[in-house]
């Protein structure tokens, strides 16, 4: 049957294409086309996570997870909140969509300077500081998304007797799922992104502050190993948001498939 949207690619694609990838890597460095001292071949990686040691590596991997699951959890709620309330609560409406259409074109590290001035280099300023991205951005889709939603999901539960109370608990709620699933994709690349520059500003553990600490030392190799650490890092996360959301929306999946069936 002809598909006009492709699938996404499977896990033995991507598997296939990230050992092309080494493989190309590794043979454009045997043959001098990458200068090592710039970009540094596999083997010398792997020798410096050899070097640096597996707990060292694992407590700094630890530390920049940490620090984004939690701006992320706390922006995300904080986001879905004031989206929900922008589109039902007229004094919502009024205060917080002036503030957040204001505060979404601002790049959030133009806000690193001033959230070091408040928080100094205090664990709380890089949660704060990702937490504000990811609410603002969040707070838009979702706003979005409730507008998106069919307006029957409304009047059926309302015309059945629901109060609004439950029809937000019940349909809108679980309704935003499948309309957030790109969304929030796009808050945890931006969280990765505000956790590792605010860990280049006096961290003491984190991915970001092996990147930075091995650039004053000129050690591309463990540059390298955190930036391929981190792509994996993100892509575990991205794959684990991807499962969580695909449960959560498992009826518009079927919802949809009935509607193609129909037609």
């Known amino acids: 049957m002809y598909r006009m949207i492709e699938k996404p690619a499977g896990l033995g694609t991507r598997l296939v294409f990230t050992f092309g990838f080494v493989i190309v890597w590794w043979a454009l460095s045997k043959t001098g086309v990458l200068a090592s001292v710039l970009i540094p071949a596999p083997g010398e990686v792997i020798s410096a996570a050899e070097r640096l040691g597996f707990m060292p590596l694992a407590n700094h ?57 408040i928080f100094g280099f205090s664990e709380t300023g890089r949660i704060v500081l990702v937490l504000v991205a990811v609410a603002v951005l969040l707070a838009v889709a979702t706003a979005e998304a409730v507008v998106s939603m069919p307006e029957v999901w409304f009047r059926y539960p309302i015309a059945c007797g629901l109060r609004r109370r439950d029809v937000m608990m019940r349909v809108v709620l679980p309704g935003l799922v499948p309309f957030l699933k790109g969304p ?49 890092v993100a892509q575990v996360m991205d794959t684990v948001m991807v499962i969580a959301f695909n449960h959560g929306s498992f009826w518009f999946v079927g919802l949809q498939h009935g509607v193609t069936r129909s037609e």
């Not at 929030?184 to 553990?205: D, K, N, P, Y």
């Not at 600490?213 to 930036?227: C, E, K």
């Open 61 to 117: 991997i630890l530390f920049t997870v940490g620090r984004a699951i939690a701006g992320l959890i706390l922006g995300s709620a904080i986001g879905i909140t004031v989206g929900v309330l922008i589109r039902f609560n007229g004094v919502v409406k009024a205060i917080a969509e002036p503030l957040v259409d204001s505060m979404r074109p601002v790049p959030a590290v133009a806000l690193v300077p001033f959230f070091i001035l």
């Open 184 to 232: 929030c994709r796009v808050a945890l690349s931006v969280t990765l992104t505000l956790v590792i520059v605010s860990e280049f500003m006096g961290a003491q553990a984190g991915l970001g502050y092996l990147i930075n600490l091995s650039r004053v030392n000129l050690s591309t190799d463990v540059i390298m190993l955190a930036v391929l650490v981190l792509g994996i």
